[in-house]
C-alpha cells in the first residue's frame, strides 16, 4: 500500500493550495481516511476526514475553509484549503484505515504517506 501526497508549496495568506493523495493498492471507498498535519515543534492534528460511512469531519479551526473530498474513481483524496493563514504552515499527511468513531484522531490510522509541505506567510 502507497499513499503519495502533492500538491503543497508556499501561498500567501489568504490564498488556496489543493492537496491530493493517491493510494496504491488499497481501496478507500468505505474507508476512513483523512488529513492531519504537524508543525515543528507541536502535535500532530487532524485536520479533515470521512468515516467509513463518508460523513466528513474537521477541526474546528478549519471549518469553512478547507474541504475534503474523496474520489473512488481515482483512488484519490484530496483537501481543498481556503483562506489560508499563517497558522495553517505545516506538514500535512494522509492517512487511511482508521477509526470511525475517532476519524480526526490519528493514533487508529494504519497508513500513512510522507506528507507535503505547506507554508503560508
Known amino acids: 500500500v502507497q499513499l503519495v501526497e502533492s500538491g503543497g508549496g508556499s501561498v500567501q495568506v489568504g490564498g488556496s493550495l489543493r492537496l491530493s493523495c493517491v493510494v496504491s493498492?488499497?481501496?478507500?471507498?468505505?474507508?476512513?481516511m483523512g488529513w492531519f498535519r504537524q508543525a515543528p515543534g507541536k502535535e500532530r492534528e487532524g485536520v479533515a476526514a470521512?468515516?467509513?460511512?463518508?460523513?466528513?469531519t474537521y477541526a474546528d479551526s478549519v471549518k469553512g475553509r478547507f474541504t475534503v473530498s474523496k474520489d473512488t474513481a481515482r483512488n484519490t483524496l484530496t483537501l481543498q484549503m481556503d483562506d489560508l493563514k499563517p497558522e495553517d504552515s505545516a506538514m500535512y499527511y494522509c492517512?487511511?484505515?482508521?477509526?470511525?468513531?475517532?476519524?480526526?484522531?490519528?493514533?487508529?490510522?494504519?497508513?500513512w504517506g510522507h506528507g507535503t509541505q505547506v507554508t503560508v506567510s
Open positions: 492517512a487511511a484505515d482508521g477509526r470511525a468513531l475517532s476519524p480526526l484522531d490519528g493514533q487508529w490510522y494504519r497508513m
Open positions: 493498492n488499497y481501496r478507500i471507498s468505505s474507508s476512513c
Open positions: 470521512f468515516d467509513s460511512l463518508d460523513f466528513r
